[in-house]
T-cell receptor, first 114, second 113 residues
C-alpha cells in the first residue's frame, strides 16, 4: 500500500501569515495533485504536477513536486480567510486496470482567522 | 455544464440494513469513481467504473459493490451495514483517460446507528 503522509494535520493562523503544507511518501508517483475541500462539499482540484522538481504557481499558492517524485509541498503566501479548508494531496500511479488511481493523504485542515 | 450530482445528500440507516447511493456524472464523462471519507482514514478509493465496466477496485470488503449504466450514471451499494461504514461517500467523474481532473460531487453523508 502506498501511503501519503501530510503535515501538519491542523493549522490555525492569522490572515496575512505564510504557511507550508507537506506531502511525503516512500513511494514514487507518476504525478501528484492537490485538492481543496470546503465543509459540505467535495474536493476541488488546485493543481497537477508531473515532472520531478516542477514548480507551479496559482496566484498566492506555490506547488512543488520533489525531484524524486516522492514528495510535494504547497506554500501559501499572505493567507486569507477564503483559503480556509481541507487541503489534500493525491499521488497517482497506473493500476492493473490501466487507469490511474489516486492515493490520498489524510489532509491538512487550515483555518485562517481574519 | 451541470456538475456531478449525488443523491441522497444524507442517509440514516441501522446496522444490518443495506443502502444504495446514486451518482450522475458530468455529461460526456465516462469514468466514475467512488471514495469513502472518514476523519480517521481520510479519503479512500472504493472502485472505478468506465463504460459500464469496473476498471479498478480498492481494498474494501465485498459488501461494497457498484455498477454503471449505459448513460454513465453509477450506483454504489453497501449491504449488511456496520457502524464503521458511517462516512461521507464521494463520487467523482472524469473523461477516463490518464491522470485527469476529478470532478467531485458533494457527497452522501451516511450514518449507521
Amino acid at each position: 500500500t502506498q501511503l501519503l503522509e501530510q503535515s501538519p494535520q491542523f493549522l490555525s493562523i492569522q490572515e496575512g501569515e505564510n504557511l507550508t503544507v507537506y506531502c511525503n511518501s516512500s513511494s514514487v508517483f507518476s504525478s501528484l495533485q492537490w485538492y481543496r475541500q470546503e465543509p459540505g462539499e467535495g474536493p476541488v482540484l488546485l493543481v497537477t504536477v508531473v515532472t520531478g522538481g516542477e514548480v507551479k504557481k496559482l496566484k498566492r499558492l506555490t506547488f512543488q513536486f520533489g525531484d524524486a517524485r516522492k514528495d510535494s509541498s504547497l506554500h501559501i503566501t499572505a493567507a486569507q480567510p477564503g483559503d480556509t479548508g481541507l487541503y489534500l494531496c493525491a499521488g497517482y500511479n497506473q493500476a492493473s486496470g490501466g487507469s490511474y488511481i489516486p492515493t490520498f493523504g489524510r489532509g491538512t485542515s487550515l483555518i485562517v482567522h481574519p | 455544464k451541470a456538475g456531478v450530482t449525488q443523491t441522497p445528500r444524507y442517509l440514516i440507516k441501522t446496522r444490518g440494513q443495506q443502502v444504495t447511493l446514486s451518482c450522475s456524472p458530468i455529461s460526456g464523462h465516462r469514468s466514475v469513481s467512488w471514495y469513502q471519507q472518514t476523519p480517521g482514514q481520510g479519503l479512500q478509493f472504493l472502485f472505478e467504473y468506465f463504460s459500464e465496466t469496473q476498471r479498478n477496485k480498492g481494498n474494501f470488503p465485498g459488501r461494497f459493490s457498484g455498477r454503471q449504466f449505459s448513460n454513465s450514471r453509477s450506483e454504489m451499494n453497501v449491504s449488511t451495514l456496520e457502524l464503521g461504514d458511517s462516512a461521507l461517500y464521494l463520487c467523482a467523474s472524469s473523461p477516463g483517460q490518464g491522470v485527469e481532473k476529478l470532478f467531485f460531487g458533494s457527497g452522501t453523508q451516511l450514518s449507521v446507528l
